[in-house]
C-alpha cells in the first residue's frame, strides 16, 4: 500500500505563531490527502483535506498546500491557539473511497 | 456524517487469551476499517471489512490474528486471539459515510484501548 511520512515528530511553537506540518507520499495515484487531529486520549476528527485537482486549499486559520511533482504536502495552521495542542496526522489515498494511510503524527504543542 | 460506537473503551487481558471489540455505526455504511495505533501516534491500517466478504487485510496483519467479521451494513467485530503485550495498543474501527455530501471523510469510533499482561 501507500507510504506516508510524516517529517516533523514534534513541533512547539508560540501562541500566535504559524506551524507547518511537512508529509511525502510514494504512490502517484494517491490522489485525496486528508488531515485528522487527535486531542489527548480522544479520537481522530476530520480537520481539513485537499485533492490533487489543486494545489491549494484554504479553511479558515487551516491551509493546506499539494505538490504533486514532489509528491509533498503540508499542513499550515496560522495564529496558532492553545487549543491547536494535538497530534495531527496527515494520510493519503488513491480515490476517494479506498483505504486511507496515514502518516506516524506530529506533536504540536503551542505555548501561551 | 457517521457516528461510530465501539465497546468495549478499555480492556485489560492475559497473554494467551482472545478478546472481541464491536463497532455499531448510526447508518449503513459500505467498508468498515480498522486501525491499530500504538502509543498515540503510528496509526495503522489493520484491514478492510465489507458487508458479506471475508476481510482484506494489510501487511502485517492475519485473519488468524486478527478475525474480522462484517454480518451487515451498520456492524463490525475484531477479534484479538491469542493475545500478547505487543498487542497493547488502541484499536479504532472507521468507515465513510455511503450517504453522500463529504463521501471521502473518514470517521472514527472512539477507540478500544487494550492492555495484554
Known amino acids: 500500500g501507500e507510504k506516508v511520512e510524516q517529517h516533523e515528530s514534534t513541533l512547539s511553537v508560540r501562541e500566535g505563531d504559524s506551524a507547518v506540518i511537512n508529509c511525502t507520499y510514494t504512490?502517484?495515484?494517491?490522489?485525496?490527502f486528508p488531515w485528522y487531529k487527535q486531542e489527548a486520549g480522544k479520537s481522530l476528527h476530520f480537520v481539513i483535506d485537499i485533492r490533487s485537482n489543486v494545489d491549494r486549499k484554504q479553511s479558515q486559520r487551516l491551509i493546506v498546500l499539494l505538490d504533486k511533482k514532489a509528491k509533498r504536502f503540508s499542513l499550515h495552521i496560522t495564529a496558532t491557539q492553545p487549543e491547536d495542542s494535538a497530534i495531527y496526522f496527515c494520510?493519503?489515498?488513491?480515490?476517494?473511497?479506498?483505504?486511507?494511510?496515514f502518516g506516524d503524527g506530529t506533536q504540536l504543542v503551542v505555548k501561551p | 456524517s457517521v457516528l461510530l460506537y465501539q465497546k468495549p473503551n478499555r480492556d485489560i487481558c492475559q497473554s494467551g487469551t482472545s478478546l472481541k471489540i464491536q463497532c455499531v455505526a448510526d447508518s449503513q455504511v459500505v467498508s468498515m476499517f480498522w486501525y491499530q495505533q500504538f502509543q498515540e501516534q503510528s496509526l495503522m491500517l489493520m484491514a478492510t471489512?465489507?458487508?458479506?466478504?471475508?476481510?482484506?487485510?494489510e501487511s502485517g496483519f492475519t485473519k488468524d490474528k486478527f478475525p474480522i467479521s462484517r454480518p451487515n451494513l451498520t456492524f463490525s467485530t475484531l477479534t484479538v486471539n491469542n493475545a500478547r503485550p505487543g498487542d497493547s495498543s488502541i484499536y479504532f474501527c472507521?468507515?465513510?459515510?455511503?450517504?453522500?455530501?463529504?463521501?471521502?471523510?473518514?470517521?472514527f469510533g472512539s477507540g478500544t484501548r487494550l492492555t495484554v499482561l
Open positions: 472507521s468507515s465513510r459515510d455511503r450517504t453522500g455530501g463529504r463521501a471521502e471523510t473518514l470517521y
Open positions: 504512490d502517484t495515484a494517491s490522489s485525496y
Open positions: 471489512a465489507n458487508e458479506g466478504s471475508e476481510a482484506t487485510y
Open positions: 494520510a493519503a489515498s488513491m480515490h476517494s473511497n479506498n483505504r486511507i494511510f
